[in-house]
Antibody
Framework: QVQLQESGPGLVKPSETLSLTCTVSGGFITNYYWSWIRQPPGKKLEYIGYIYYSGSTNYNPSLKSRVTISVDTSQNQFSLKLNSVTAADTAVYYC???????????????????WGQGTMVTVSS | DIVMTQSPLSLPVTPGEPASISCRSSQSLLYSSGYYFLDWYLQKPGQSPQLLIYLVSNRASGVPDRFSGSGSGTEFTLKISRVEAEDVGVYYCMQALQAPRTFGQGTKVEIE
């Protein structure tokens, strides 16, 4: 059974870089898309971006200038870096797997079917 | 971005009774092949979200058949035929038609 586990600092200073890693266990990172999603306190979920195991990425335009998602297939991990953080970046950060669940035309429909437990990151001096 | 609007935001329910949550999108979620790109997720207290329904009406693996989804265009509904105590939490709809994927504000379901 595939499981995801986020890790990284729980406190980041304003203007610095938030760095998180998601470790995939119970399965391989290959052949899937891997995502980051966050949830500020009391607010709704926000999609950050995803990476394919081969390295291609897609980012939310609202965060694109500050976000980098990378993958390390040898470690079965993928990572998130968000630079120049402010208090508005305080949130629970989730990693999730985007899985092809159904054929749609010449492609497949993907949903977030496996999530990590989430990690709270606070931006404060 | 496509804006997702859910109603109600809070839903007191009685075990054994049905419940329904609505989700409206700011534009049609119709994909060219005739599918509507919408998911439903449930975030139980203290847990991460879990996939309930994909492509409007398909239950994810392990999801009880008391959950059903329907809708088209910009109007979608999640129904629970008979609510159980374990169904409490916050339900989110999410559109997958257009990047970036966007979520509704959430509907908090709690036992009356």
């Amino acid at each position: 059974q595939v499981q995801l586990q986020e890790s990284g600092p729980g406190l980041v200073k304003p203007s610095e870089t938030l760095s998180l890693t998601c470790t995939v266990s119970g399965g391989f990172i290959t052949n899937y898309y891997w995502s980051w999603i966050r949830q500020p306190p009391g607010k709704k979920l926000e999609y950050i971006g995803y990476i394919y195991y081969s390295g291609s990425t897609n980012y939310n335009p609202s965060l694109k200038s500050r976000v980098t998602i990378s993958v390390d297939t040898s470690q079965n991990q993928f990572s998130l870096k968000l630079n120049s953080v402010t208090a508005a970046d305080t949130a629970v950060y989730y990693c999730a797997r985007l899985t092809p669940l159904a054929p749609v035309g010449n492609d497949h429909y993907h949903s977030f079917d496996i999530w990590g437990q989430g990690t709270m990151v606070t931006v404060s001096s | 971005d496509i804006v997702m609007t859910q109603s109600p935001l809070s839903l007191p329910v009685t075990p054994g009774e049905p419940a329904s949550i609505s989700c409206r999108s700011s534009q049609s979620l119709l994909y060219s092949s005739g599918y509507y790109f919408l998911d439903w997720y449930l975030q139980k207290p203290g847990q991460s979200p879990q996939l309930l329904i994909y492509l409007v009406s398909n239950r994810a693996s392990g999801v009880p058949d008391r959950f059903s989804g329907s809708g088209s265009g910009t109007e979608f509904t999640l129904k629970i035929s008979r609510v159980e105590a374990e169904d409490v939490g916050v339900y989110y709809c999410m559109q997958a038609l257009q990047a970036p994927r966007t979520f509704g504000q959430g509907t908090k379901v709690e036992i009356e």
